[in-house]
């Protein structure tokens, strides 16, 4: 008489490989998966911060925030200043900023025009979540502010 085949040891065999297998799984999908930083130089960004929270005092401190609005039909983004801005000499940049891809980052000269205005085209950009920033500086003085802006699908 034979004796019968027990499957006990066969299925902790099988249940130890099926976990060390999905274990080695998970671990090669973690790290194939792409990783961005926020930016390439973070460090020296942390640093210089201090200056960047003073900016952004000086900006609340205005009569009037500066505006940043997306008009979706246009597919612009519209861009304010303060009206005590608007007329004087005014220096800056718009860094349009994706948080998921940082290579779709765009940084763009500020031109407004005699009303405090500019419109930036956003028709070639992705749509999905963007960080608008705007950085001024006018009589020596220097401003800045950023708003989040959701580019809508075509």
Do not use: C
Not at 66 to 79: C, E, F, G, M
């Amino acid at each position: 008489m034979t004796k019968p085949l027990n499957p006990w040891p066969w299925a902790i065999i099988l249940t130890f490989v099926l976990f060390i297998s999905g274990t080695v799984g998970l671990v090669v999908m973690a790290s194939s998966q792409r990783v961005d930083l926020v930016s390439k130089n973070y460090y020296e960004q942390e640093l210089k911060y201090q200056g960047q929270i003073d900016r952004a005092e000086n900006s609340r401190r205005l009569s009037a925030p500066a505006r940043i609005a997306y008009n979706a039909a246009r597919r612009q983004i519209v861009l304010t200043l303060p009206p005590e801005h608007a007329t004087r000499g005014v220096a800056g940049k718009i860094e349009l900023y994706r948080p998921s891809e940082a290579n779709l980052d765009r940084q763009v000269k500020l031109q407004p025009d005699a009303h405090g205005s500019q419109a930036l085209d956003v028709g070639d950009l992705r749509p999905g979540l963007w960080k608008v920033r705007i950085s001024w500086a006018t009589q020596n003085q220097e401003f800045y502010t950023d708003q989040q802006v959701v580019i809508a699908t075509r």
